[in-house]
């Protein structure tokens, strides 16, 4: 795991990950990655591990090294969608789309103001500058947001200028849910003013007002994929290549943000 904030979406892909372990006689053990990625390759190859689940904590020298040293690691092909591309890049592009389906606007980036590292966020900033670049917008902005009302309001009006209309894509359902109060506090009226996008779909975010327009991703296809690598593992047999579709991964939850 990168040292990310762990919320309900990836608690459950762990859960899962362990019960299908758990068919094969598994144990899982879970491992935060460090910034240091020398540090923490060296931290898992110390546990001898039959398979290693990368879900973004390990680069691509560090997967070659674990297969040299005869450690699975799974998803065992790479996960992205059905053209190939990075999975963020294709919800950066979805939540550009979806924050200009009213019309054009500046686009914002919000990260969610954290010591530990955002992994999923350059993927998704590229997807929403692909967007902007092609409609002739300006480049995406980021900004940082905390999660209290005056850091917020802070790093909202470091974007938000009199007379603009902005749309922001935000890393997060609790990202967007304080943009759209430091929103408020600067008289901005959503969706005009302000156009919001969250992030995973939470239950917190349909019974905020305005009800949050949010993205779900299905991870299906991965764990198809997880599945297929850990009974290779356990049957001591080569991967196998699992489908995983088109863009429908992607669902948009439509609200009263956009």
């Known amino acids: 795991m990168p040292n990310t904030t762990f919320g309900s979406n990836l608690q459950d892909l762990v859960d899962e990950i362990t019960r299908l372990a758990d068919i094969h006689g598994l144990s899982v053990v879970v491992r935060f990655a460090g910034r240091d990625f ?5 931290a898992v190859m110390n546990f001898r591990p039959v398979a290693v689940v990368n879900l973004g904590g390990l680069n691509t020298e ?3 090294t674990l297969a040299a040293s005869g450690v699975v690691t799974s998803p ?3 996960w992205t969608a059905g053209s190939g591309a990075d999975p963020n890049y294709l919800i950066g592009q979805k939540m550009a789309e979806e924050l200009l389906r009213g019309g054009p606007r500046p686009l914002v980036y919000a990260a969610l103001l954290d010591e530990r590292t955002d992994p999923y966020g350059p993927g998704r900033f590229a997807g929403l500058k692909a967007v902007a670049d092609a409609s002739g917008l300006p480049r995406p902005a980021r900004i940082e947001v905390p999660l209290d009302i005056v850091g917020a309001t802070l790093a909202l009006a470091t974007v938000s200028a009199e007379g603009s209309s902005l749309g922001v894509a935000c890393y997060n359902d609790d990202v967007a849910i304080a943009v759209l109060a430091a929103g408020r506090t600067l008289g901005l009226e959503t969706p005009r003013d302000l156009a919001v996008m969250g992030m995973d779909a939470t239950e917190v975010g349909q019974l905020v007002s305005p009800r949050l327009t949010t993205m779900e991703v299905d991870t299906t296809a991965l764990m198809r994929q997880i599945a297929a690598d850990l009974e290779a593992v ?5 991967p196998t290549r699992i489908s995983d579709g088109d863009q429908d991964f992607l669902t948009v939850i439509q609200g009263e943000t956009t």
């Not at 356990?234 to 080569?238: F, T």
């Open 76 to 78: 065992s092909v790479g």
């Open 62 to 64: 560090d997967q070659a």
């Open 38 to 42: 020398a540090e923490t390759l060296t």
């Open 234 to 238: 356990s049957k001591k047999s080569a």
